[in-house]
């Protein structure tokens, strides 16, 4: 939607934010019943929130935390998925097929507990869940919240209640004030790659799930342009050699730790070549946001510049983005 609504936004941040009491709860008991890891079980953009997600974990804490495709899982299985995990999922529909199917071999056959993330009530995958928290879009942040709530639980996240403190009291209007300072470079970067014949997307840490998720989900899926994601630390070896002068070439950086892994690409890029593009969450105020904490969020800040880039292509190309060519419309 060209046109940036921003009490919408804020709501909807804040209404995600007020969901953390509800996922506590569920993260509270689950922690005193006892569990052996945690997976969360994705598909295409969902897969994507869970490998920021994961990468988060990583950085802060020894918990088994594990990214699962779900038709990969239907085919290879994973033996450490026992009746002792938990599993974690997010769909907009609550009718993703693949996540579907998985779900429902894992409740049949071994047991796991399931939260899921849904977007509304009522639906395939919410039946299938022993936990469930109702909230449209916002997956990022709802991955988040739970596993920094589990976190805590290990005495792995002592700056849990500081860190949320601040994101209830200042996350909404700092995001909403990203979109409204991002829109004129959304719109001339819409202008300049538009009618790209293929974009590359570079990032790394909490940053990559987004590059893997943009390109994918939206280039792809949405405006039908020809892209690749590659993670920062495998850039240079092997897809710099097709760089030129020319090549659109656009690299997310974020402020976890996995930055410097970008700043080595940024650092790199210019000498290669005259067509690339640097979003980073720096640039953004983040006001009310501690300095310590700007990494925990960035994968937030890249995401509201990137639907003002969103917005502007959808009105250039004159192609909503909720056209799809074969995305169920086929059997397949």
Known sequence: MLKFDENWWFESFKGALEKRQEIENIVDKVTE??????????????????????????????MPTFVEHAAEYMTTGNRALTKNSVVVFSSVSGTTEEVLVALKYIKENVGARIIGFIDKEN???????????????????????????????????????????????????????????????????????????????????????ATYSYAMCYWEEQHWIRTKSIHAAEFLHGTLEIIDRDTNVTLFLGEDSQRPLAERVKAFLPRICGNCTFIDTKDYPLEGISQRFRGHISHLVMMAVNRRIDAHLEKINCHPIEIRRYYRKLNY
Do not use: C
């Open 33 to 62: 019943e006892g569990y052996d890891n945690i997976f969360f079980l994705g598909i295409g953009g969902t897969y994507a929130s869970s490998m920021q997600v994961v990468q988060h974990v990583k950085e802060f804490s020894a």
């Open 123 to 209: 639906t395939p995958m919410g039946d299938l869940a022993d936990y469930v928290v109702i909230y449209p879009m916002n997956e990022q942040l709802k991955f988040f919240m739970l596993a920094d709530r589990f976190m805590w639980h290990r005495g792995d996240f002592e700056d849990y209640e500081a860190l949320y403190k601040e994101l209830d009291a200042h996350l909404p209007a700092a995001l909403v004030d990203v979109e409204k300072r991002a829109d004129e470079f959304g719109k001339a970067f819409a202008e300049k790659h538009h009618k790209d014949e293929m974009h590359y997307f570079v990032g790394a840490g909490n940053q990559m799930g």
